[in-house]
C-alpha cells in the first residue's frame, strides 16, 4: 500500500492539480491567522471546514487523473482493490497531514497562543474534518461518477450540508463550538468518531461499488 501511496503523490504533484485547493487554503489561513492577538480556538472552526475542502479536492483530484485503462494497470501492480483505495487515501491523508501541522504551528505560534490543549485541539478538528474530506471524495470521484458536471454538483451539495446543515451530527456541531466559543469537548470526540467510521464506510463501499461497475 505504501509503494501505491507513494505513485499516487508522484502522479499528483505531476499533474499539479492540487495547486489550486492548496493556495486558496493559504490564502484562507493567511487571512485568518494574520492578527496576533486573534484567539486560536475560533479560527479553528473556519481553518476546519477548509481542510475539510481540501481533503475533498486532492481525493477527487488523485483519483480522477487515471482513465479507466491506467486505474486497471495499477490495480493489477497493486494486486487488490483494497490497496488501490487505501493508497489513494493514504496520500492524500499525508497532504492534509502536512496542511493541518503547517496551520497549528502558525496558529500557536503566536503570542500567547502556544498551550498544549489549543495545539492538540487544533490538530484533532482539522484531522477530523480530513478524513470527512476524504470520505466525501472518494464517492464523488470518477471511480463512481464518470461526468465531472456531476461529480462537482454532487461534491458541492454534500459539503454544503456537512458543513452547515445542523441536522448532520459530523464535523458541523465541532466547528460551531469552536467558533461560538462553548463548550466543545464532546463535540470534538463525536467529530472524530464519526469521521473515522465515515472513511471506513465510504472507502469500503467505493470498493464494492467500483468492482461492480468494472
Excluded at 18 to 40: E, K, R
Excluded at 99 to 109: D, G, H, I, K, Q
Aim: with cysteine.
Amino acid at each position: 500500500m505504501l509503494a501505491v501511496s507513494r505513485y499516487y503523490l508522484a502522479l499528483l504533484g505531476h499533474s499539479q492539480r492540487y495547486l489550486p485547493a492548496v493556495l486558496a487554503y493559504l490564502t484562507l489561513c493567511a487571512i485568518l491567522y494574520a492578527d496576533p492577538s486573534s484567539p486560536a480556538l475560533p479560527l479553528y472552526g473556519v481553518s476546519g471546514a477548509g481542510v475539510l475542502v481540501v481533503g475533498c479536492w486532492l481525493t477527487i483530484a488523485l483519483l480522477d487523473i487515471e482513465d479507466p485503462v491506467q486505474r486497471l494497470i495499477t490495480l493489477n501492480h497493486a494486486g487488490a482493490r483494497q490497496k488501490t483505495i487505501g493508497g489513494a487515501v493514504l496520500a492524500v491523508f499525508g497532504c492534509t497531514l502536512v496542511c493541518t501541522l503547517a496551520t497549528v504551528a502558525w496558529a500557536v505560534s503566536r503570542p500567547g497562543q502556544l498551550r498544549w490543549q489549543i495545539a492538540g485541539t487544533g490538530l484533532a478538528t482539522h484531522l477530523a474534518c480530513a478524513l470527512l474530506g476524504i470520505a466525501i471524495g472518494l464517492p464523488c470521484s470518477r471511480l463512481l461518477v464518470s461526468r465531472i458536471g456531476w461529480t462537482v454538483l454532487a461534491a458541492v451539495l454534500i459539503l454544503g450540508a456537512v458543513l452547515l446543515g445542523k441536522w448532520v451530527p459530523l464535523v458541523h456541531p465541532l466547528l460551531e463550538a469552536l467558533t461560538s466559543g462553548t463548550p466543545y469537548g464532546g463535540p470534538l470526540a463525536l467529530a472524530a468518531i464519526t469521521s473515522v467510521l465515515a472513511l471506513a464506510l465510504s472507502a469500503t463501499a467505493v470498493g464494492v461499488l467500483s468492482a461492480r461497475r468494472s
